[in-house]
């Protein structure tokens, strides 16, 4: 089992990955380009941490601990004793590709590189590294401490021994890992963004309010938040780079992102983190 993980982005995604590592007892080195970036992720640990101590399922020592297992850094090469390291940048494959090809010349041959990607093509990433076997999908799902399901994405040249060993920290971090092969927007997302899209095409159209959308969903279909509440919460900017990824993937038209969503982006309307989307907060 891998003792030093490494997470690259301390933002939502990349402070919560930290977070359950370094709950189940690993050590952890958080990356980012700033040392405010960084401090953010910490804090959003610290409460997210402060809430379970709150409600007694840690103990204030415990807290302590978890904490200490955790470093963080703005220079990648510290990252370079890493035995397994995961990206949680921004949606993008020059951006992740860029990371994962200073990755590569730092890390030992045997490390596994791992994209928390949401829909970019693994078998791509890996092709910017020279160990294809060595890398892999694990795509955690949003607010990681809370959401059990890791998806594990295997590209082309993925190795069985590579799987195995992603398979066991998912579950050493106590999440339940579900493997799927590599394809626009896997499986989690080929079935969400669609149906997030069409949600905005109802408003865009006018059948029915944003309110009396997420209601019929929540209470006809017992989702716990409605379409277009999801869709605030996890970025409008995301929901528009992953149905680009499906249209462009599968050119096809029934992954048009929708002309409403583009034009909130184009707005900055990004949902909560704007403090605007398809609802104010």
């Known amino acids: 089992m891998s003792k030093l993980i490494g997470v690259v982005g301390a933002g939502t995604m990349g402070n919560g990955i930290a977070q359950v590592a370094a709950r189940a007892g690993f050590a952890v080195v958080m990356r980012d ?41 703005v220079e990648l090469d510290d990252l370079s004793d890493c035995d ?32 928390n990607t949401s829909s970019i093509s693994i078998t791509r990433l890996a092709a910017a590294t020279s160990r294809p076997d060595r890398f892999i999908g694990m795509h ?28 066991g920290l998912a579950e050493a971090v106590g999440k339940t890992a579900v493997e799927v092969n590599d394809a626009p927007g896997f ?10 899209n069409e949600a905005i095409f109802a408003l865009y159209e006018g059948v ?3 309110p009396a959308i997420d209601e019929i969903m929540k209470l006809g279909m017992n989702h716990p938040m409605g379409p277009l509440q999801l869709a605030d919460f996890i970025g409008l900017d995301v929901c528009l780079a992953i149905m680009n990824v499906l249209y462009d993937g599968f050119n096809d038209s029934k992954y048009r992102p ?24």
Do not use: H
């Not at 700033?34 to 941490?49: N, P, Y």
């Not at 929708?258 to 907060?281: I, N, Q, S, T």
């Open 208 to 210: 029915g309010s944003a």
């Open 33 to 73: 380009v700033s040392e405010d970036l960084l401090k953010r992720g910490l804090a959003t640990i610290d409460k997210s941490l402060q809430r379970d101590v709150d409600k007694a399922r840690l103990t204030g020592d415990d807290k302590q601990q978890i904490v200490a297992r955790l470093r963080t850094t």
């Open 187 to 196: 499986v989690s997302n080929r079935v969400l963004m669609p149906m997030i």
């Open 258 to 281: 929708c002309p409403l969503l583009r034009k909130y982006v184009d707005a900055g309307w990004l949902g909560r983190k704007a403090g605007k989307g398809f609802y104010e907060y």
């Open 140 to 167: 955690f799902m949003n607010p990681v401490p809370v959401m059990k399901l890791v998806e594990i994405i295997r590209g082309l040249a993925t190795s069985d021994a590579t799987y195995a060993a992603t398979r």
């Open 84 to 115: 397994f390291v995961i990206e949680a940048i921004t949606e993008n494959f020059e951006a992740k590709a860029e990371v994962f090809r200073a990755l590569d010349r730092l890390l030992r041959p045997e490390a596994i590189l791992a994209s």
